[in-house]
T-cell receptor, first 114, second 113 residues
Framework: NAGVMQNPRHLVRRRGQEARLRCSPM?????VYWYRQLPEEGLKFMVY????????ESGMPKERFSAEFPKEGPSILRIQQVVRGDSAAYFC????????????FGPGTRLTVL | GENVEQHPSTLSVQEGDSAVIKCTYS??????FPWYKQELGKRPQLIID?????GEKKDQRIAVTLNKTAKHFSLHITETQPEDSAVYFC????????????FGAGTRLAVHP
């Protein structure tokens, strides 16, 4: 049973470009969460999605950031017009149910904005 | 507001000693408290968790205690080994019906041989 997959593992973008981060949950999991980890800091909740629905996006910046989890395919975290402050590790996690189950984390995508 | 405070931020112990990390949370309705270990450059991995219907849980050298009245929980690692060196995060699920996992700021544990 493959774990949570994320790609790319490393992404370099110049200021103003777009970044697309992908997350495939564990098989059988339909709940996906995105977290951001700035260097030397903890994990900050960004958004919680189920298939085709955003359940809680209270941790997402209001502008430039969006997330989706389509019926088919991976969840996507999209950052438009990236700035240097967006440089961070972005982790995706998945869980089997939405009732306080263990969340399994992916390996993360390390975004560097030049 | 939703907040988890974690102390200390760094902890240095000698191999074989015990290590204790403490967390407090703000939402009295929280009922699930996982602990994650993150090695440098790697993903967070669950090492132990506790639900609010128990006060203590053990797994070999690791134990977690929960005091719901005081809204704090602690991680205890006994007989520490160099491979225990990592950053440890506590977390709490906050009420509102959804799985919003709020993390503490982390504790960097260094175990010296």
């Amino acid at each position: 049973n493959a774990g949570v997959m994320q790609n790319p593992r490393h992404l370099v973008r110049r200021r103003g470009q777009e970044a697309r981060l992908r997350c495939s949950p564990m098989k059988g999991h339909s709940h996906v969460y995105w977290y951001r980890q700035l260097p030397e800091e903890g994990l900050k909740f960004m958004v919680y999605l189920q298939k085709e629905n955003i359940i809680d996006e209270s941790g997402m910046p209001k502008e430039r950031f969006s997330a989706e989890f389509p019926k088919e395919g991976p969840s996507i975290l999209r950052i438009q017009q990236v700035v240097r402050g967006d440089s961070a590790a972005y982790f995706c996690a998945s869980s089997y149910s939405g009732t306080k189950d263990e969340q399994f984390f992916g390996p993360g995508t390390r975004l560097t904005v030049l | 507001g939703e907040n988890v405070e974690q102390h200390p931020s760094t902890l240095s112990v000698q191999e074989g000693d015990s290590a204790v990390i403490k967390c407090t949370y703000s939402d009295s309705a929280s009922n699930y408290f996982p602990w994650y270990k993150q090695e440098l450059g790697k993903r967070p991995q669950l090492i132990i968790d506790i639900r609010s219907n128990v006060g203590e849980k053990k797994d070999q050298r690791i134990a977690v205690t929960l005091n719901k009245t005081a809204k704090h929980f602690s991680l205890h690692i006994t007989e520490t080994q160099p491979e225990d060196s990592a950053v440890y995060f506590c977390a709490a699920y906050f009420s509102g019906g959804y799985n919003k996992l709020i993390f503490g700021a982390g504790t960097r544990l260094a175990v010296h041989p």
